[in-house]
């Protein structure tokens, strides 16, 4: 069973910066995709970046060129750098793990941008 722990969630100002961490454990088989979603109050749970174990990324409209996706296949662990923060990426941050077409997924680290 894979277990997936992230960390690096917090307070921060508008235009700030944050890196979020996911390691994945217990993967008894290859990781094919990581990556993230986010879920606002009162909003649906939206794609926000995906990386594929080739370093394909997919990223949303509304964090192109703000936010970097990134791995480290060796160590199963995926990165999430965001910058340029803005109110609306108020969120709890999911992030998720693809096994054998099987997504895991984490407990969620919240990300507050406020002033």
């Known amino acids: 069973q894979v277990q997936l722990v992230e960390t690096g969630g917090g307070l921060v100002q508008p235009g700030g910066s944050l890196r979020l961490s996911c390691a994945a454990s217990?993967?008894?088989?290859?990781?094919?995709?990581m990556g993230w979603y986010r879920q606002a109050p009162g909003k649906q749970r939206e794609l926000v970046a995906t990386?594929?174990?080739?370093?394909?990324?997919n990223y949303a409209d509304s964090v192109k060129g703000r936010f970097t996706i990134s791995s480290d296949n060796a160590e199963n662990t995926v990165y999430l750098q965001m910058n340029s923060l803005k109110p609306d990426d108020t969120a709890d941050y999911y992030c998720?793990?693809?096994?054998?077409?099987?997504?895991?997924w984490g407990r969620g680290t919240r990300v507050t941008v406020s002033s």
């Open positions: 998720f793990a693809t096994q054998r077409l099987v997504d895991h």
């Open positions: 217990g993967s008894d088989f290859p990781i094919s995709a």
């Open positions: 990386i594929t174990s080739g370093g394909d990324t």
